[in-house]
């Protein structure tokens, strides 16, 4: 019986036919939203998502769902603690959309300094206001701050330093790899800055991380740009500092930001001046969705071949495991069963477990990491199998 696969978003037709050339079963339903998953899950063995967000009903529904993609970087769509309990793969795209995001990010930041949206709305409207739109500061030997450098925010401080522009760095890791240079506390970073990025994952350490202390910081009429995630700015606070300290921004995304591909829209950002709103389209090049379907391809193709899962991300960090064993054994049938029996008599929980099979087929390695030691009389009997050719036991 064929694999099941249900995407659920919009993906490149190419890609789409590569699938069935694996000879998976593809249902490709890109209008699907939140509500219209938990019906459309029931035998499906992998899902596919961009945007629509995999609630704990679609998992719990998914009895057969076995893996599920995020088509891009972030998985906060996807309810990972529903996916914890049933033992459902997610996996996602690191990397593949970066430089689209960036391009926006740079775009926005162009369209804030010359006010673009406002000379075109104005053109539209009949109206010539030349004066006014001539009095652009230009980026030019500005300082740009960049909050999250990772992939995305090294793509945009590159064509910011193309620009001219002073390019300051704060991350939660070391910043390697672009010549920017690196603040560790955004009371330091953000006073000084004139245009500001946010490029940080949605954590709950990063959540209203831009609240009314961060815009204290800012400095007037300073620029910000998010293309991120939008609980990382209270709204209301950022309301403020635009009324308040005449800060402008742009952002891709929104507090209440729907969910459907078209209809209508309402939010408080609509009625004020100087705030620009992209319908969250960071990733939404052609090049960028290319790249990020071939990925999800890729990672079904490794998935269903080998069982092995590409950017496996709700994969246990940190488990409970103390001592590591490991096991040098002829690749015979039933010789893992043994010495997993010898283990289980004494009670001992194996958070993990892996076999690797030595060239030519003969011998094997399991590694076994242990809640607690293995005891010595145990470690005597697997040692007396003779089809064990060593025991390795070690605390971790």
Known sequence: MAIKVLVADKFPDEYINEMKSLELDVV??????????????????????RSTVVNA???????????????????????????????????NCPGMNSIAVAELAM????????????????????????????????????????????????????RALAFGMNVYG???SRIEGVAIKDFSEMDQILPICDVVSIHLPATPQTKGLFNKEMFSYMKKGALLINTSRQDIIDEAAMIEAIKEKGIRVAVDVFKGEPESKDGTVTSPLQSIPGVYVTHHI??????????????????????????????????????????????????RPGVLAAILAVIRET???????????????IAACC??????????????????????????????
């Open 367 to 396: 590694t076994m990491k242990l809640k607690s030691a293995v005891p010595h009389d145990s470690l005597e009997r697997i040692k007396e199998n003779p089809n064990v050719l060593s025991v390795s036991h070690v605390a971790i």
């Open 282 to 331: 960071g990733a939404s090049t052609e090049q960028a969705q290319n790249a990020v379907a071939a990925e999800t391809v890729r990672i079904i193709k490794e998935f269903v071949r080998s069982g092995m899962i590409a950017h496996w991300v709700n994969r246990a960090k940190i488990t409970d495991a103390s001592y590591q064993l490991v096991v040098k054994h002829y690749d």
């Open 107 to 158: 775009g926005l930041i162009i369209s804030l300094d010359r006010r673009i949206p406002d000379n075109v709305i104005d053109f539209r409207a009949g109206k010539w206001n030349k004066g006014e739109y001539s009095k652009a500061e230009g980026l030019y030997g500005k300082n740009l701050a960049v909050i999250g450098v990772g992939a995305i925010g090294k793509e945009l401080s590159k």
């Open 57 to 91: 009903e679609t998992i719990e529904n998914g009895k057969q769902l076995n893996l599920i993609i995020r088509a891009g970087a972030g998985v906060n769509n996807i309810n990972i603690a529903a996916a914890n309990k049933r033992g459902v793969y997610v996996a």
């Open 28 to 49: 490709y339903s890109p209008k699907l939203g939140e509500k219209d998953l938990p019906g459309a899950i029931g035998d499906i063995d992998i899902l596919v998502v």
């Open 347 to 361: 009670e001992i929980n194996v958070e993990e477990v892996e076999n690797i099979i030595f060239d030519g087929g």
């Open 170 to 172: 704060k991350d939660i």
